[in-house]
């Protein structure tokens, strides 16, 4: 039996030497390790030593940010129990089990992680390779919120995390989805008084325009807009031959009938207001999600497509009745417009000073009034 299980072993060592090998790939590049030999750096590696080190100084730097993100989560985790005190949702002796309760397992949290780094670090001393990914965990997650920190970012409805990078020391532009609803009227006797309503959805960049402090932010973007209008005494939108008019329909109109125009425009602000800086371990942020903050300024764009909706009875039936066509529409559309509010949310206001058609015998200058939401 035992001559019969040294001729397995040699057998072994014969036919499968490169099972003792391994590629390694790091930031370094691809290096081929023997692990033949041990408590020394592998004879066709020349670098180990650097290798070593930098291995070593990515691991302390994980257990640091364990560290880092356990107390960041623990203060929110507080923030969280003071706020319901406030509330009066739970009595002082209940806030005090539940923050102790959570600073225990933010305590045993860390203990359990950085025991993991610390078991890595001794290998890599002892010359073994273990796979240990850092800085590229991901997730995907349903959820909404503006994200004022590097927890994540919100993109239709789905709060997601990419790789995990260092975070950039001083990021100066963030990006947020807005949307806007509003109603208001057009200038002239043919609409209907706060019959017009448009709704807007678009991506915005922000970004600070001062390198110490963040009282102004310069925001730029696109946005998808749509607008529509309702008409007195039965009227509807008529294109003769290049000159807008508005005409008596045949039938009387429902109320729900109106006239849409859709838009593609690129809106820009100033934005004014206070900022709180939250600064963290090697990078800092300006929040702005709770203060005061007021914009100003305008937009450009162009006018896609217009669609007319005549919804009326005939013969005892309902009749809804679409049209896509040319209505003499401008198709360059430009105009100003602000918002004031606190946090996210905002009242918005917005006054197109081209007119809606091109030739008209009719007064058509939108002004709108609404709400404004960042996410």
Do not use: C, W
Request: aromatic share 12%; glycine share 8%; net charge positive.
């Amino acid at each position: 039996m035992k001559k019969l299980m040294l001729i397995a072993i040699a057998a072994t060592g014969l036919f499968l030497p490169k099972l003792n090998a391994q590629v390694l790939r790091d930031s370094l590049g691809y290096y081929e390790l023997n692990e033949n030999v041990r408590g020394r750096a592998p004879l066709d590696f020349k670098d180990y030593e650097k290798y070593r080190k930098e291995r070593i100084a990515l691991l302390e730097q994980e257990k640091a940010q364990i560290v880092e993100d356990e107390k960041e989560a623990l203060k929110k985790i507080i923030e969280s129990i003071d706020a319901r005190l406030e509330r009066k949702e739970i009595t002082p002796e209940k806030a005090l089990a539940l923050k102790e309760k959570a600073a225990k397992i933010a305590a045993e949290n860390i203990d359990n992680k950085t025991e993991i780094i610390n078991n890595h670090i001794a290998l890599v001393n002892r010359d073994v390779y273990y796979n240990l990914d850092l800085y590229t965990t991901s997730y995907v997650q349903i959820g909404f919120g503006n994200a004022t920190d590097e927890a994540g970012s919100f993109l239709l409805g789905l709060q997601y995390k990419g790789e995990r990078k260092k975070p950039k020391y001083d990021k100066r532009t963030f990006a947020d989805i807005v949307v806007a609803a509003g109603f208001g009227s057009m200038h002239g006797d043919p609409y209907k008084f706060f019959k017009h309503g448009n709704a807007e959805f678009g991506l915005t960049l922000r970004t600070r325009l001062f390198k110490d402090h963040n009282k102004v932010r310069l925001l730029y973007g696109v946005s998808y807009m749509v607008e529509s209008f309702q008409f007195n005494d039965n009227k509807y939108v008529v294109n003769n031959n290049g000159y807008s008019t508005l005409e008596t329909f045949s039938s009387p109109l429902k109320k729900r009938s109106y006239f849409q125009v859709n838009k593609i425009i690129a809106p820009f602000y100033l934005e004014f207001g206070p900022s709180k800086k939250k600064e963290y371990k090697d990078y800092f942020r300006y929040d702005t999600s709770k203060a005061f903050k007021i914009g100003i300024g305008g937009y450009v764009g162009a006018a896609v497509s217009a669609m007319q909706v005549l919804k009326y009875n005939e013969n005892g039936h309902n009749v809804v009745l679409k049209r896509r066509a040319d209505y003499n529409t401008n198709g360059f559309v430009y105009g100003v417009n602000g918002y004031i509010g606190l946090g996210d949310i905002s009242l918005f206001g917005r006054y197109e000073i081209n007119k809606v058609f091109k030739d008209a015998d009719i007064k058509n200058n939108a002004l709108s009034v609404g709400l404004r939401v960042v996410f």
